[in-house]
């Protein structure tokens, strides 16, 4: 069992900026792809930002050109830079794995954008 943990999480004003990681607790030299998912309340989760053991990257629309996901493959660590937030970016931030045949998900950091 692997076990995801973020930080990063806060309190911001909107322009403001926050930067997301997220460790995992024991490496997986095989993991396929690394990335970030939101939930607001009543709101789906959705994919914000994910990045591939191949360093192939892809984004929620809404936050290109904003936010940047990076990761550190040999640690098994993914970052999110966050700039410019705005409002509609609070959520809850969760952090996931995927590796052959498993899945993986972090408990959740809180983002919260005050305009």
């Known amino acids: 069992q692997v076990r995801l943990v973020e930080s990063g999480g806060g309190l911001v004003q909107a322009g403001g900026s926050l930067r997301l990681s997220c460790a995992a607790s024991?490496?997986?030299?095989?993991?396929?792809?690394m990335g970030w998912y939101r939930q607001a309340p009543g709101k789906q989760r959705e994919l914000v930002a994910q990045?591939?053991?191949?360093?192939?990257?892809n984004y929620l629309d809404s936050v290109k050109g904003r936010f940047t996901i990076s990761n550190d493959g040999a640690r098994n660590t993914v970052g999110l830079q966050m700039n410019s937030l705005k409002p509609e970016d609070s959520a809850v931030y969760y952090c996931?794995?995927?590796?052959?045949?498993?899945?993986?998900w972090g408990l959740g950091t809180q983002v919260t954008v005050s305009s």
């Open positions: 996931k794995m995927v590796a052959p045949g498993s899945v993986f």
């Open positions: 990045i591939s053991s191949g360093g192939v990257t």
């Open positions: 024991r490496n997986i030299f095989n993991f396929i792809a």
